[in-house]
């Protein structure tokens, strides 16, 4: 490797002061009374507090100690962090169109270069979710076909479970299977066998990245990308993004050959046909194409994967881990609907399963930080003034785990969700898929996939710890990565029937 010369050195030595100075100035030099926080170091900033396997604690053990809005350093940038409910409320429903975009995170450049719907801006992020949004609810979102595919699915996992007869079996790969199907389905308009080594492959990619994406390695490489090549993290999850887009690639020329204006049958289906409308509006400059679709596509494919899987996941073991609350969910559905399959309509008379359900969602805390924010404006939040380009970061671990908000917040407690009547009741803070603009786009059918596979798997199954492993040894720690996932378990699906 050729060194550069001491000039070179120099000069790049002050472009990188500069840069620093000036960023320091747009903070501390404003007149206006700024969030508090822990005092940064020079160039790492507050790397040196923070638990790197999970941050998540730290941010919020320091707003314990500077309040709901306060600032941290990591490396030269600088962030504000918004903890429990009210402040993140008010930042991003009440005051939802500053705190709207997205910003700049070098792993998310690499992987996306702006394009999709996670990690887009401006123009782009409207029309694509605008588009996403639509034609989702052309295929059923919310709605009897796709809960009659997602009816269908769960026949699939059911026979898988069931062929164990009994015996103890590891989980991921199964509900990995199932869970994506539904996604699948909607974005090639046909589901794919879970022993295909193609699916098998796509998945195994999904949880290495979701894993990679919240390792230190990653936090360092954003935090410092111009040392990039010192973290092999971002190599791999570059390389499975390769593999992925490829299979993408592939997909949409495969459609695009059966492709009939008359016969949509798939979410890749309808974004070829308004790409084809533009290019005969001749729109060169439109946002349908191959980028903004293999972008959005991953996008779908991955978020639809991950929540409903580690949720899932995190549901079977929690009622191993709690038997009399599985208990009381099987004793309502029996009451309920006997043996009948269960369907969205049966939701309003199952309040205990569907608090059960919800505390799932809450307890499991899946997504500690929600996606970054970026104010696009200067705006002030809880008496402080945050400038224009603040990243932003909304712990939503701090609001499903708000002790203002949940009688025992770091209990398992479906109660939370039922009043003195046991009838069901919605909370305000239940954010697992964030809130305002940016909430997920897929809120809706992941509520239907969580309600539908849980149920039939109950009305079906008790579960119950692999032979030799009580209850109190199951762990409920979770392992660290882009999401809170379990720690890998072996469960018995015994047959009720």
Known sequence: MDWMDPFSVLFLLALTLAFLWKMSRSWNGSSHRLPPGPKALPLIGNLHQMDLKRPYRTMLQFSKQYGPVYRIQLGWQKMVVLAGYEAVKEALVNQGDAFADRPHVPIFDDQRGGHGILFSNGEVWK???????????????????????????????????ESFNGKPFETTTVVNGAASNIIVSILLGKRLEYEDPTFKRLLHMLREDVKLLGSRSVLLYNTFPALGFLFGARKTIIDNLKEMRDFIQAAFIERLNVLD??????????????QKEEKNKNQSNGFFHSENLKAVVNDLFAAGTESATTTL???????????????????????????????????????YTDAVVHEIQRFGNISPTAAPHVTNADVTLGGYFIPKGTHIVPLLYSVLYDESQWEKPFKFYPEHFLDSDGKFIKRDAFLPFSAGRRVCAGETLAKMELFLFFTSLL???????????????????????????????????????
């Open 261 to 274: 204006e008359n016969d949509q049958r798939s979410f890749i289906d309808a974004f070829l046909i308004r």
């Open 459 to 497: 009305q079906r199954f008790t579960f119950q710890p692999a032979p030799g492993t009580s209850k109190e040894d199951l762990d409920l720690t979770p392992v660290s990565g882009i999401t809170l996932y379990p720690m890998p378990y072996r469960i018995c699906a015994v047959s009720r029937f």
């Open 127 to 161: 029309v694509m979710r605008r588009f996403t949004i639509s034609t989702l609810r052309d295929y059923g979102m919310g709605k009897k076909p796709i809960e009659d595919r997602i009816i269908e699915e769960c026949s699939f996992l059911l026979q898988k479970f």
């Open 313 to 351: 996941r995190w549901g079977l073991l929690l009622m191993m881990k709690y038997p009399e609350i599985q208990r009381k969910v099987q004793e309502e559905m029996t009451k309920v609907i006997g043996s009948a399959q269960p369907r969205i309509e049966h939701r309003a008379k199952l309040p």
